[in-house]
């Protein structure tokens, strides 16, 4: 099995897991979660989908990095699974494709979102933005795909591009053009921040992103994630080292802290969001 480096370009990744063939589009699932209720509006049914390109230090999910690896799935295999539990979505609940990173799988996790449209399932997406590009054909593919999301969740893991790289591998420049293109075409979405001791729990920074996610339309919430250390045992068993070894999750005072300089209780339109007819 080949393990695809983490900094292989976003075309590379697509060609690599064989997203486009002569037959139905499969993608590669790492698990799914019946009844999630805090991956977007309501309760949903989550997909989580396996392949991500950062390294994020506080990841809790390693075994979601590799790609190309997983339960192979159809879009209708998991519409199928899906639909049984519609009734206790109410009006706000639907699907949620999370990760590992659900733009890994952009052909993918385009089909699915347009067959769950077609089905009346609201759609939810998950993502970091990593694989975000402007470059083609990915980019058509993209703006087909916010066509059929009626909200996302947008993880920024640091306003900072230079902290953003020390923190995941990565700089920020790509996810933040993918969040103003999200903005300008009015893409309901969920603002996220996980909150880290002595990696993005900085007064300064969490100001400039408070004052960043000001500018941006149609955020609907904004929260801020505790750091916690539930996945150091999977970091063991994989024989990874751990990147935050002995840092512990920040005090609720710090939580409220950046809760204030992010303004997290100015985005209330979440309580009342339904997805678009």
């Given at each position: 099995m080949k393990l695809y480096d983490s900094t292989e370009s976003p075309l590379n990744v697509l060609d690599a897991v064989g997203a486009?063939?002569?037959?139905?589009?499969?993608?590669?699932?790492?698990s799914v979660e019946s009844f999630g209720s805090v991956d977007g509006p309501g309760i949903r049914f989550v997909v989580f989908l396996q392949g991500c390109r950062m390294r994020c230090q506080y990841c809790h999910n390693p075994d979601t990095w590799n790609i190309g690896v997983g339960d192979?799935?159809?879009?209708?295999?998991?519409l199928d699974d899906a639909i049984r539990y519609k009734a206790f979505w109410g009006e706000q609940g639907g699907m949620t494709c999370s990760g590992g990173e659900s733009l890994v799988q952009l052909d993918f996790l385009l089909d699915l979102f347009t067959k769950a449209k077609a089905r009346?399932?609201?759609?939810?997406?998950?993502?970091?933005?990593?694989p975000f590009t402007r470059d083609e054909p990915w980019f058509s593919k993209f703006e087909q795909l916010m066509k059929v999301t009626d909200v996302s969740l947008v993880d920024i893991k640091?306003?900072?591009?230079?902290?953003?790289?020390?923190?995941?591998?990565?700089?920020?420049?790509?996810?933040?053009?993918?969040?103003?293109?999200?903005s300008a075409n009015n893409?309901?979405?969920?603002?996220?921040?996980?909150?880290?001791?002595?990696?993005?729990d900085d007064d300064h920074y969490l100001a400039e992103l408070g004052e960043y996610i000001k500018t941006l339309n149609n955020v609907q919430k904004v929260e801020v994630l505790p750091y916690h250390t539930l996945g150091v045992k999977k970091y063991h068993e994989?024989?990874?080292?751990?990147?935050?070894?002995?840092?512990?999750?920040?005090?609720?005072?710090?939580?409220?802290?950046?809760?204030?300089?992010?303004?997290?209780s100015d985005y209330n339109d979440w309580?009342?969001?339904r997805p678009r007819p």
């Amino acid at each position: 099995m080949k393990l695809y480096d983490s900094t292989e370009s976003p075309l590379n990744v697509l060609d690599a897991v064989g997203a486009i063939d002569d037959g139905p589009i499969k993608g590669y699932v790492h698990s799914v979660e019946s009844f999630g209720s805090v991956d977007g509006p309501g309760i949903r049914f989550v997909v989580f989908l396996q392949g991500c390109r950062m390294r994020c230090q506080y990841c809790h999910n390693p075994d979601t990095w590799n790609i190309g690896v997983g339960d192979e799935m159809t879009a209708d295999q998991i519409l199928d699974d899906a639909i049984r539990y519609k009734a206790f979505w109410g009006e706000q609940g639907g699907m949620t494709c999370s990760g590992g990173e659900s733009l890994v799988q952009l052909d993918f996790l385009l089909d699915l979102f347009t067959k769950a449209k077609a089905r009346d399932i609201s759609t939810c997406l998950d993502t970091s933005g990593q694989p975000f590009t402007r470059d083609e054909p990915w980019f058509s593919k993209f703006e087909q795909l916010m066509k059929v999301t009626d909200v996302s969740l947008v993880d920024i893991k640091h306003i900072n591009s230079a902290e953003h790289k020390k923190l995941t591998g990565f700089g920020n420049e790509n996810i933040l053009d993918m969040i103003q293109y999200m903005s300008a075409n009015n893409c309901d979405m969920w603002i996220r921040h996980v909150l880290v001791p002595q990696r993005t729990d900085d007064d300064h920074y969490l100001a400039e992103l408070g004052e960043y996610i000001k500018t941006l339309n149609n955020v609907q919430k904004v929260e801020v994630l505790p750091y916690h250390t539930l996945g150091v045992k999977k970091y063991h068993e994989l024989g990874i080292t751990y990147p935050l070894e002995g840092i512990e999750p920040p005090t609720a005072a710090r939580v409220k802290n950046a809760e204030n300089l992010l303004h997290t209780s100015d985005y209330n339109d979440w309580k009342t969001w339904r997805p678009r007819p």
